[in-house]
């Protein structure tokens, strides 16, 4: 009898799994349910691949980095605790983790990669406007690859992932008023990069980024 994957075996959880809240879910994991920990898997594992593709810029990276992820939350369930941090929240704080190291490891700079992210929201069906999108894109990406690392994490979890303030406050130790004057901040740098207007300020703002 041919074994069945991991994914393999997860995806025939019970169907009234999907019905609990991820709570529930996370006491049935610590009791060694491993249908449990499946079903929360299915429901945060192409978000969290999402969040490390496009802080990794390559499929294969983000997908043993996703593993590793979903593997390491498995091993610790049992020291995860609320304490107003949704289960979601523990998964990115693992994998912000595991991309520091993996950034660490390599020398690399720290960016978002969303390329893939602004051609498609950028993309028309309209050949003249095309070389006009191409520009402003490679600008933007320019222009967001020379913020602060913080910087480039909120606009990745805010318009890649979706979350709302109080999500990415969450995430992020801050509060949901602390990130959308660190989002109105951002937008207001970006802006000046990119209209090419206070670029002293712009200077400015980045020291002020190192204080806050």
Not at 27 to 43: Q, T, V
Not at 103 to 123: M, V, Y
Not at 175 to 190: D, N, P, Q, V, W
Request: no cysteine; charged share 30%.
């Amino acid at each position: 009898m041919k074994k069945l994957s991991l994914r393999e075996q997860w995806a025939k959880r019970p169907k009234s799994l999907k019905r609990l809240e991820d709570t529930e879910l996370v006491d049935l994991a610590k009791a060694g349910s491993k249908d449990a920990f499946g079903e929360l898997y299915e429901r945060y594992v192409e978000r969290i691949y999402s969040y490390i593709y496009y802080r990794t810029g390559n499929h294969h990276d983000a997908e043993d980095l996703t593993a590793r992820v979903f593997f390491r939350a498995m091993a610790h369930i049992e020291s995860y605790t609320e304490r107003g941090v949704p289960f979601q929240a523990w998964l990115y704080r693992i994998a912000h983790n595991l991309i520091a190291n993996w950034h660490r490891d390599r020398g690399r700079r720290k960016i978002i990669a969303l390329d893939e992210f602004l051609a498609a929201s950028l993309k028309s069906d309209a050949p003249d406007q095309q070389a006009e999108e191409n520009e402003e894109r490679e600008a933007l990406l320019a222009a967001i690859r020379r913020l602060p690392e913080e910087r480039q994490q909120l606009l990745l979890l805010k318009f890649v992932e979706r979350l709302s303030n109080a999500e990415i406050g969450q995430l992020m130790n801050r509060t949901e008023g602390a990130i959308k004057s660190l989002y109105h901040r951002t937008l207001i740098a970006l802006r000046d990069e990119l209209t090419g207007s206070g670029s002293q300020r712009a200077s400015g703002d980045s020291l002020n980024t190192r204080k806050g």
